[in-house]
């Protein structure tokens, strides 16, 4: 049979999908052991053992000085800044790239102006927001903005166009109004396309969310990494990182779930 | 009177005729069918009809007055594909033709008005089949089903003329038979005049009452250019079709084989 019609089934799927996984932490325990082996101080690949008891300090216990328990802290204050970013600038791009998408007028004056804004750097505005904005919750959750609406703006402005033009027609032949065409044909049938963008940006949020607490914060994922990072405590970095990874993937996942809920036409509709 | 009146119209993009002199009067409750190969300009007339384009000369009047520069509730439309709303089902596919009327920015309508809307609606369903499948999403309906959905749309506001740009074009042979059934009982006993563009010639004898065929009368490469397609067949069928039993069959214009 050729590969190409080979398909895993149920469980064959599912085994598929963890061997990556258990691939990869079975080299790197045995990588850990072979330098641990060598030098039991060795701080660049910590046993697991080591990794959980880390956390278990983390997660589990206070904080001596601040009372925190630091992993939930930062994990609230990461969040807190991300979510809020990502909210401000999806809510924004929805309304911007659908008036772009939709109204030639607004297409034509504000079309170039946002393809050129999107290809400023996020980062190297990093500054100027700190220099404005203080060091505070507002210049990252800022940066999130910038650095993710613009795209969505453009990927919201893109699909309006894909709409076909047949359905613009007819709504205009069944005697819709501009507002109204925006709100019952073109509003509903974005979101779960700004949905899928939003999933896309997650990725590029974090990294506006961490490179902004690696340098200035008192809290946060990004923020505790980079301060451990002084000590080579690779304990904390390692589960850190998998934690961020992990809470990422949970984001998308809920989107998904979100979409499939909320716009139950929407599968099939794309599929045609 | 006439339903729609085209005069002396011409339609070019840059140095490019598409159209020349097209002089057409369509009577009330017609039901007009345009053939031609492709590239003759059947397209464009219906986008000039739909408001969607304007002609480059002459005019084109709908019940004596000019018509709009763009789409508007007097012309419904049924295309080929797309001609539904995804998103909704097919029961709130057919209401949002009322919602768009009587509602306001965000197009919605509650209370009596809603319910009124509703049962207009399922009336419109039913009479194009699709009683039972009200709750389907347009994706879950078969290409047949979907064109009868978008007709029942198209006739939830009521136009005066109705264009068809070669709906039944994708479907099979038996279901399309079963549409033409359906599409010649809605021309019966709607107050419309109907104009459809095909190039299937069995369907325009089948369902029209008058067929129409633009062709261009110099065709040879260099002339492609400068010279458009003109009306070069119109001719009446024999005997007359006539919608409903109060219709006003007035003849204007050209009738029979025209060469």
């Known amino acids: 049979m050729r590969a190409i019609n080979l398909r895993p089934s149920g469980s064959w799927r599912l085994g598929l999908a963890l061997l990556p996984f258990v691939v990869l932490l079975i080299a790197y325990a045995i990588g850990s052991h072979i330098r641990l082996a060598e030098n039991p101080n060795d701080k660049l690949l910590p046993s697991f053992a080591a990794m959980g008891d880390a956390m278990y300090h983390y997660a589990l216990q206070p904080d001596p000085r601040t009372g925190d328990y630091l992993l939930w802290s930062d994990t609230a204050a990461s969040l807190k800044r991300l979510l809020i970013g990502l909210a401000i600038s999806a809510g924004f791009a929805l309304v911007v790239g659908v008036l772009i998408g939709l109204l030639p007028i607004m297409g034509a004056m504000f079309g170039p102006f946002v393809a050129v804004l999107s290809m400023v750097p996020p980062l190297a505005l990093l500054p100027i927001l700190f220099i404005v904005m203080g060091l505070g919750e507002a210049s990252k959750i800022t940066l999130i903005v910038i650095g993710t609406t613009l795209k969505l703006i453009r990927d919201v402005a893109l699909r309006v166009g894909e709409i076909p033009r047949e359905q613009l027609i007819k709504a205009q032949t069944l005697g819709a109004s501009t507002a109204q065409i925006g709100s019952r044909v073109v509003l509903p049938q974005i979101m779960p396309r700004l949905i899928d963008s939003v999933r896309l940006e997650i990725g590029p949020a974090w990294l506006f969310l961490i490179a902004a607490e690696a340098i200035a914060a008192d809290s946060g994922l990004g923020y505790r990494i980079f301060l451990v990072r002084r000590y080579l405590s690779m304990d904390v970095i390692l589960p850190y990182v998998a934690w961020i990874t992990l809470l990422a993937f949970l984001m998308d996942l809920g989107l998904r779930l979100l979409q499939r809920k909320a716009y139950p036409w929407f599968e099939k509709a794309r599929a045609a | ?259």
């Open chain 2, 1 to 259: 009177m006439s339903a729609i009146v085209f005069d002396k119209v011409w339609k070019e993009y840059g140095d490019h005729i598409v159209l020349e002199q097209i002089d057409l009067e369509i009577e009330p409750r017609a039901f007009l069918v345009l053939v031609g190969a492709s590239g003759c300009g059947k397209t464009t007339f219906l986008r000039m009809l739909l408001g969607e384009e304007q002609p480059s000369r002459g005019a084109i009047l709908l019940e004596d007055k000019p018509l709009k520069p763009e789409p508007d509730f007097d012309r419904g439309v049924v295309f080929q594909r797309y001609s539904v709303f995804p998103h909704l089902t097919a029961l709130q596919n057919v209401t949002i033709g009322r919602e768009f009327e009587l509602s306001g920015a965000c197009g919605r309508l509650f209370g009596t008005k809603r319910r009124a809307a509703r049962a207009d609606a399922l009336e419109l369903l039913a009479a194009v089949g699709l009683t039972g499948h009200e709750d389907k999403y347009p994706s879950a309906l078969s290409g047949g089903m979907q064109q009868r959905l978008a007709l029942a749309q198209a006739l939830m506001r009521k136009p005066k003329v109705l264009l068809l740009d070669e709906p039944f074009g994708a479907l099979d042979p038996g279901i399309r038979a079963e549409i033409h059934v359906l599409m010649k009982r809605i021309w019966n006993d709607t107050d419309l005049t109907v104009v459809m563009v095909t190039h299937d010639l069995r369907e325009a004898f089948e369902l029209g009452t008058r067929v129409i065929a633009f062709e261009r009368p110099r065709d040879r490469p260099e002339e492609r250019e400068r010279y458009g397609a003109r009306l070069s067949k119109d001719i009446e069928l024999w005997p007359k079709k006539i919608a409903g039993s109060a219709a006003i069959w007035t003849r204007h214009g050209p009738s029979g084989p025209q060469a």
